[in-house]
Nanobody, 115 residues
Framework: QVQLVESGGGLVRPGESLRLSCAAS????????MAWYRQAPGKQRELVAQ???????NYVDSVKGRFTISRDNPKNTVYLEMNSLKPEDTAVYYC?????????WGKGTLVTVSS
């Protein structure tokens, strides 16, 4: 089992940056795939970025060049560095871990981008 706790959300202006963190309750080196999803008001949850244990990365087109996902295995933490934020990035951001055939989710952290 894996517990995930997100942090780092907040209110920022367009063009500013935020770094989200996802702390896991177990050694993430054994977790092949970790990811960040987001859900905007009235919309379905969507995949934002994912990273494998070998640090292969994948991003949704709308964040390519602006967001960077990374993992720090000794700290059992996954990060999402978000630059050049736009109002359309406003959402609750969720951390996800695919482990032993199951999906684990955190409770999310709210990111609001507004002038």
């Amino acid at each position: 089992q894996v517990q995930l706790v997100e942090s780092g959300g907040g209110l920022v202006r367009p063009g500013e940056s935020l770094r989200l963190s996802c702390a896991a309750s177990r050694n993430i080196a054994s977790i092949y795939l970790m990811a960040w999803y987001r859900q905007a008001p009235g919309k379905q949850r969507e995949l934002v970025a994912q990273i494998t244990s070998g640090s292969m990365r994948n991003y949704v087109d709308s964040v390519k060049g602006r967001f960077t996902i990374s993992r720090d295995n000794p700290k059992n933490t996954v990060y999402l560095e978000m630059n050049s934020l736009k109002p359309e990035d406003t959402a609750v951001y969720y951390c996800n871990a695919a482990f032993n055939g199951m999906d684990y989710w955190g409770k999310g952290t709210l990111v609001t981008v507004s002038s």
